[in-house]
């Protein structure tokens, strides 16, 4: 199975926002495998990240909620915060 691919099963089964070293843990994957692949459903829009400012998250990511999970016209990733 392709990492991305584990990695959203991982984020699913879980049904809550989880940081890359718990993905790794509870997947198996090796943590610069999850890392890359969180990079690169970041850039497809398929995760989101919540922010790290003020209030900002704990530092998981989720799948986009509805309706909101591809970049628009200026590019880059959706992100919550």
């Known amino acids: ?11 699913k089964q879980a049904g ?3 940081n890359a070293g718990k993905i790794a843990e509870l997947s198996g994957l090796d943590r ?3 890392d890359k692949a969180m990079k690169a459903l970041k850039e497809e829009g398929a995760i989101v990240s919540p ?4 209030g900002g998250g704990a530092g998981g990511a989720a799948p986009p909620p509805p309706g909101r999970g591809r970049p628009g016209p200026r590019g880059g990733g959706v992100c919550e915060g």
Not at 1 to 11: N, S
Not at 51 to 54: C, K
């Open 51 to 54: 922010g790290r400012g003020p």
């Open 1 to 11: 199975m392709e990492a991305k691919q584990k990695v959203l099963d991982t984020m």
């Open 16 to 18: 809550q926002p989880l």
């Open 32 to 34: 610069k495998e999850v």
